[in-house]
């Protein structure tokens, strides 16, 4: 038997993101501790995003169109959900020209660093 040690936080929090896997980014946001205001972005995040959980530059990241495909007003709330979602390490964006006539950045799904995927709870109507 090989002894593995045990990684610390330190170690956890320094491996890079997992790659995109749509079923467990979606169960981590349905989990997670973020508002539904949030949730309801990143599900529809989720929606538009590739096998490889991209997002090109377009009109599905205007705030504007997601604020309305998920019932949102102001535009604002849609623009904080995707700052908080980045900043919590679950997209990731390039940094980019902003302006009224500039495409938004695209978008790359990712979970945060250090992040343990976690098994569903299978009693009925225990998840969010």
């Given at each position: 038997?090989?002894?593995?040690?045990?990684?610390?936080?330190?170690?956890?929090?320094?491996?890079?993101?997992?790659?995109?896997?749509?079923?467990?980014?979606?169960?981590?946001?349905?989990?997670?501790?973020?508002?539904?205001?949030?949730?309801?972005?990143?599900?529809m995040l989720a929606?538009?995003?590739?096998?490889?959980?991209?997002?090109?530059?377009?009109?599905?990241?205007?705030?504007?169109?997601?604020?309305?495909?998920?019932?949102?007003?102001?535009?604002?709330?849609?623009?904080?959900?995707?700052?908080?979602?980045?900043?919590?390490?679950?997209?990731?964006?390039?940094?980019?020209?902003?302006?009224?006539?500039?495409?938004?950045?695209?978008?790359?799904?990712?979970?945060?660093?250090?992040?343990?995927?976690?098994?569903?709870?299978?009693?009925?109507?225990?998840?969010?």
């Open positions: 038997m090989h002894d593995r040690p045990i990684p610390t936080p330190g170690d956890v929090a320094a491996r890079p993101p997992l790659s995109y896997d749509r079923h467990g980014w979606e169960r981590a946001i349905r989990y997670s501790q973020f508002k539904p205001d949030v949730r309801l972005v990143a599900m929606h538009h995003a590739d096998a490889d959980g991209h997002i090109p530059s377009g009109h599905a990241l205007i705030a504007g169109r997601l604020a309305k495909a998920c019932g949102l007003r102001p535009d604002d709330r849609v623009r904080g959900a995707l700052g908080l979602l980045e900043k919590r390490g679950y997209l990731s964006r390039p940094r980019g020209e902003r302006g009224p006539n500039i495409l938004p950045r695209p978008v790359t799904l990712t979970l945060p660093p250090g992040h343990l995927p976690t098994a569903p709870d299978p009693r009925p109507g225990s998840h969010p």
